[in-house]
């Protein structure tokens, strides 16, 4: 689900069913082209360009081969499931790549993948990691143990030059770093309503939090405008971007008993770098009731809680809204926020976070047997819960998540 479509074998591979998959290769397909070129051919063009390429899949050898000589792809080195006795999202695999490659662990070096275990296999083994758009995996899901780079066409991949710059538009310039706009300039989390994100938020319990200035940023708004203009720039150049032009800004309400407006001075350098037709209203929506220990609160209970707080003293006559947040978690703030603005006359909302919260990369260790444990989704109830890495041949212990 990275270089061809499997789609329709998702569910016998699922099931282990490896004698009907086999009877039924035929119903692989290629994936559209993307950009300029369609993933299954991004191989022989990276490779042709003078780059290493390793495949690494959790499939079985046999299975793995078929396809990338059935679709013709080719490739320096495969690890496939039964080359290490840890699985995806262990590193184990990625590293016996680079171990067959010659080639030391370093962030010059990319792992591209359609779900969060791939993002977090790549962190674990210290390779910068790839999501791609065209798999399986829901936006959201991906938004919250995102990858260092989210790409929505093949061909990107093929501009070594920028690959530095294809980062999140927060991280890149509270960084210093090289930016290049592309879709994944900005963190797609979620449709309903459509969020979006500036980058990726760490607690200082995640060890990428030292090392995030966007994180730093975001914290320091919350007691200084030290970080306002630079915050400003962010989401003022992320609004120019979008295909989608609201009519107006309004802040998320702070709370009655704060004097300071987080977002006073942001929005002010903000509008330096946005169409002058957009209005920032920083009053468009204010608190009426205090929640007290909301961020102690699972979502069920903020859901709840959260209910009437809000208010508006405008009817905003259909106009189009972009909510601003500073960090995007469970979401439950912003949608009554965005309840009250539709009960009150606006058109479309919208919300655009500085930063989205990110899953802790913890590694969970099987009590069974020692491998690592990756977090599963029952297909039926859609609960999630720890399976260990060796599922189904050597080991089927499970945990609750």
Known sequence: MTLVDSSALAHLRRSQMWDAVRQNMNLIRPFPAQGRVAPHELPALLRADGQAVGIVTSSPEWYATTVLQQFRIPYDVLVSYGDTENHKPDPAPIQEALRRLGIAASRDSLYIGDDVGDVEAAYHAGLASVAVRW?????????????????????????????????????????????????????????????????RYFTASDPRHATSALSAAVLSLKNNDSQAQVLGECVGRAVDLFDWKPDCIIPVPMKPSQERNRFKELLESAADHFDEDIEV???????????????????????????????????????????????????????????????????????????????????????????S???RENHATHVKFWGCSGYPHNCQHTEDF
């Open 373 to 375: 444990m990756k977090i």
């Open 135 to 199: 798999g399986p995996t829901s936006i959201f899901e991906l938004s919250s143990s995102a990858p260092d780079i989210f790409v929505s066409k093949a061909s990107t991949l093929l501009r070594q030059d920028r690959i530095g710059g294809r980062g999140y538009i927060g991280e890149a310039l509270t960084s210093n770093w090289p930016f290049h706009s592309h879709w994944g300039s900005i963190l797609h989390c979620d449709d309903e309503p459509v969020v979006y994100a500036l980058g």
């Open 281 to 371: 209203e920083l009053n468009g929506l204010k608190t009426v009731k205090e929640v007290e220990g909301y961020k102690q609160m699972n979502a069920l209970e903020r859901a709840e809680a959260i209910k009437g707080a809000f208010d508006t003293d405008y009817t905003w006559g259909g106009a189009k809204i972009l909510l601003l947040d500073d960090v995007y978690t469970t979401g439950e703030t912003t949608r009554e926020c965005v309840r009250i603005l539709n009960a009150n006359g606006a058109g479309e909302v919208r919300v655009m976070a500085i930063a989205k919260d990110q899953r802790v990369f913890a590694r969970k260790t099987c009590s069974a047997c020692g491998r």
